[in-house]
T-cell receptor
Framework: DGGITQSPKYLFRKEGQNVTLSCEQNLNHDAMYWYRQDPGQGLRLIYY???????QKGDIAEGYSVSREKKESFPLTVTSAQKNPTAFYLC??????????????FGPGTRLTVL | AQSVSQHNHHVILSEAASLELGCNYS??????LFWYVQYPGQHLQLLLK??????LVKGIKGFEAEFIKSKFSFNLRKPSVQWSDTAEYFC????????????FGTGTSLTVIP
């Protein structure tokens, strides 16, 4: 069963703690992405990676960090420096064909609540 | 950077009414265009996409969208909505110039009343 998995579905953390969100894909896609979804603001890009061991900042990278050590995995760490971390986080992947005919596919998301 | 505008933030329709959701983008070059849908409690799913060719694109569940290059628009349409179409709809754009980066609109929440 191919797709993108994100775990956990719901996550609660205390303020000041770092937390890592998992994203795994078995679609053999080169590119992976992290978005943050807030009501009325749509999807905002946090980080993306076009290939293993390489990643770029998106529009709202401050307070977040990522790694891409394996093709199928792209974990996102929400650090204590992120001022408003409570949100719904979406992971996506695409073949990474350079944009000519690329399509993104999304995971189910993780809802993070910082108390 | 590119931008994507969805002017309808919240739309309420009765079943069998026709639907048109607006999407405009800012980039003047070659673009790829997408509509995604997020049903309550579910993840984002691809409704339809346009890369090239016929500007009228048909997607799943009876949805279609028309690319009008002169208007920088990619509006989503459905002739007769159903209660099960209640969802949030997102328009997205990418182009070869932005590589793998996709730009999303802020979304339109559609509520269909039975």
């Amino acid at each position: 069963d191919g797709g993108i998995t994100q775990s956990p579905k719901y996550l609660f953390r205390k303020e000041g703690q770092n937390v890592t969100l998992s994203c795994e894909q078995n679609l053999n896609h080169d590119a992976m992405y992290w978005y943050r979804q807030d009501p009325g603001q749509g999807l905002r890009l946090i980080y993306y990676s076009q290939i293993v061991n390489d990643f770029q900042k998106g529009d709202i990278a401050e307070g977040y960090s990522v790694s891409r050590e394996k093709k199928e995995s792209f974990p996102l760490t929400v650090t204590s420096a992120q001022k408003n971390p409570t949100a719904f986080y979406l992971c996506a992947s695409s073949r990474g064909s350079g944009g000519s005919t690329d399509t993104q596919y999304f995971g189910p998301g993780t809802r993070l609540t910082v108390l | 950077a590119q931008s994507v505008s969805q002017h309808n933030h919240h739309v309420i329709l009765s079943e069998a009414a026709s639907l048109e959701l607006g999407c405009n983008y800012s980039y003047g070059g070659t673009v790829n265009l997408f509509w995604y849908v997020q049903y309550p409690g579910q993840h984002l799913q691809l409704l339809l996409k346009y890369f090239s060719g016929d500007p009228l694109v048909k997607g799943i569940k009876g949805f279609e969208a028309e690319f009008i290059k002169s208007k920088f628009s990619f509006n989503l349409r459905k002739p007769s909505v159903q209660w099960s179409d209640t969802a949030e709809y997102f328009c997205a754009v990418n182009s070869g110039d932005t590589g793998n980066q996709f730009y999303f609109g802020t979304g339109t929440s559609l509520t269909v009343i039975p």
